[in-house]
């Protein structure tokens, strides 16, 4: 399906919707003076914290629970909370984890203080007011990843089991602040969050989103961007597609080739590009502090061009091809008969799986089609087995399922509506034997799918995929019809491969605002499941996402706030 479906991409500019950043900044002092009557304190800094209630309609304006994921249970009631000039951010210092909790703190005022200008110090200690964030919940239905947020006359507390709920929760409180705190110049408040108590744990373990940086390399800075955009989502998977045909872009000691001439061009010929061991884990160490995972993929045994052109050994005849810089897939493949093939795949899994603390190697297995069925059997069995002895989980593109899916494996579902009876039964009949699904179907959640016909950037073979379409399905029962339980979803995940896309601003034209609609499916419970609703709450994050300078999509099935 891929060879007919990956059509040669346009790259030409896409004509985007200019957007119109509101840069609201006065002059300094202007703008203090504004704050301290707006806060109503009386002075900056030094004031006793006092609250002035905000007016009536900026609450209305933003309901406790106008967030995206929709939180699982909103109880809205009583005052309203306003950050102040003498707001405190207090960590719950009682637990060996605190450093966690501090850590998550500072993370929160530098989201606020910019805009704010306020001081907002983090500060240690069970006082009250102000906002306070609790570590070492005994409350067991909070799981790993829950919060509860309550907000009060007094001050808003956070209060989660593990750091990620916390995290989540500094996600929440942010979106219950107007759009303009997300600016990184100084804004007038009121800074009001609703009164009420959020308690809130995501309906799937697995929500994750996947980057190709081989079609197009994109930089650690790049890659950094993209995570910080993905938790404001509560998304807590980053898939890395690192190798393709077009470029490897991780270092690998044993075969420095792969990096040093396999990552040295891009698709339409650029110079592409690779990360260092350390960048890469600075890519990890940054997503962690965002509560990411990192996954990495080495897409095998086909989709390896670009080894192959590194490494002569590689090839069944031994000649290396040239590097590849078009968009064909299904041309490649690893030589299955030789032992060099699993030398190879031993050092790369073995140095991978040293730079990825997370629990999860992905070693890709689609669109084989230069592989035999019988080499691709015998080849995923030994590949496999090399993922598990470094102890890692296997996760493979559905296709493993052909093959043999060893104990604990992960299949990514990314068939579509048009894919055929026999491959999702086979799919079925793999989970019933254990294997769980991350889905990806390709019609629904592939940033890369145009919105419709007059998208410039991406593709079509899966169809268009308009921001409803993308949203308005569901993970439980999506392939329910082939026999899959819902406890065999695992979780959902949006893929952005990027053969048409080279700039952010590209990346976010495709994966804004589709991306959140995915983040809530894999967060939010089914009841909260309704797109007439939906549409309003994702209409609120425009000026949210303008704010933070995301070059969005402004689909027009979306009521977007005027100006
Ligand atoms: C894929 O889109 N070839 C996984």
């Known amino acids: 399906m891929g060879v007919l479906g990956r059509s040669a991409p346009q790259v030409r500019t896409r004509r985007r919707d200019t957007l119109v950043r509101q840069h609201r900044s006065f002059p300094r002092l202007f703008g203090s003076l504004l704050l301290v009557v707006a806060a109503g304190v009386s002075s900056v800094g030094a004031a006793p914290e006092?609250?002035?209630p905000a007016p009536a309609h900026d609450v209305k304006a933003r309901p406790l629970g106008q967030v995206v994921p929709a939180p699982a249970r909103v109880r809205p009631g009583g005052s309203p909370y306003a950050i102040t000039a003498s707001t405190r951010i207090r960590v719950d210092a009682s637990r060996a984890d605190s450093r966690e909790a501090r850590r998550i703190g500072s993370y929160l005022a530098g989201l606020l203080r910019p805009s704010t200008g306020y001081a907002l110090p983090v500060t240690e200690g069970h006082g009250d007011g102000g906002i306070r964030l609790r570590l070492g919940s005994s409350d067991r239905s909070l799981g790993e990843e829950g919060?509860?947020?309550?907000?009060?006359?007094g001050g808003v507390t956070l209060t989660a089991r593990e750091p990620a709920g916390l995290f989540h929760g500094v996600q929440t409180l942010r979106q219950l602040l107007p759009a303009s705190v997300e600016e990184r110049s100084r804004q007038r408040g009121p800074w009001t969050i609703a009164g009420g108590t959020i308690t809130d744990t995501p309906r799937?373990?697995?929500r994750g989103a996947m980057l190709d940086v081989s079609r197009h390399f994109m930089t650690v800075s790049q890659v950094k961007l993209y995570i910080d955009q993905l938790a404001l989502y509560k998304i807590n998977k980053l898939h890395l597609h690192l190798s393709d045909d077009q470029g490897w872009r991780i270092a690998v000691d044993s075969w420095p080739r792969l990096a040093a001439y396999g990552g040295s061009t891009q698709v339409g010929g650029g110079p592409g590009g690779y990360y260092t061991k350390a960048q890469y884990r600075d890519l990890v160490s940054y997503a962690a502090s965002r509560q990411l995972e990192v996954i990495p993929e080495i897409d095998l045994p086909g989709h390896t061009n670009a080894a192959l052109a590194s490494y002569a050994e590689l090839n069944c005849d031994g000649v290396a091809p040239p590097l590849y810089t078009g968009t064909s897939v299904g041309f490649s493949s690893l030589c299955a008969g030789k032992e060099v093939t699993y030398d190879f795949v031993d050092d790369v899994v073995r140095e991978l799986a040293a730079l990825t603390p997370g629990k999860y190697l992905h070693i890709g297995g689609d669109e084989a089609h230069s592989t035999s069925h019988e080499d691709y059997?015998?080849?995923?069995?030994?590949?496999?087995?090399?993922?598990?002895?470094?102890?890692?989980?296997?996760?493979g593109w559905h296709q493993l399922t052909g093959a043999t899916p060893v104990k604990g494996a992960v299949a990514q579902y990314w068939g579509y509506d048009e894919t055929g009876a026999d491959e999702r039964l086979r799919v079925a009949a793999a989970t019933k034997a254990g294997t769980r699904l991350v889905l990806s179907p390709a019609d629904r959640v592939y940033l890369d799918m145009k919105y419709d016909r007059n998208t410039v950037l991406g593709q079509a073979w899966a169809g268009y995929t308009e921001v409803d379409r993308a949203y308005d399905w569901n993970p439980a029962t999506y392939l329910a019809d082939a026999g899959v339980a819902e406890d065999a979803v695992l979780g959902v995940e949006a893929p952005l491969w990027t053969e048409t896309i080279v700039t952010s601003d590209q990346l976010e034209s495709m994966a804004f605002p589709r991306?959140?609609?995915?983040?809530?499916?894999?967060?939010?419970?089914?009841?909260?499941?309704?797109?007439?609703?939906?549409?309003?709450?994702?209409?609120?994050q425009g000026p949210r996402m303008t704010a933070l300078g995301i070059d969005y999509y402004r689909s027009p099935l979306v009521p977007w706030p005027a100006g």
Do not use: C
């Open 204 to 206: 799937y373990a697995y």
């Open 377 to 395: 059997v015998a080849f995923m069995d030994r590949a496999q087995a090399i993922v598990r002895k470094y102890g890692k989980t296997v996760v």
């Open 515 to 540: 991306l959140p609609g995915v983040a809530e499916l894999g967060w939010s419970p089914a009841a909260t499941h309704d797109w007439n609703t939906y549409k309003s709450r994702l209409a609120a």
């Open 147 to 153: 919060y509860r947020l309550e907000s009060g006359r």
């Open 50 to 52: 006092r609250v002035r």
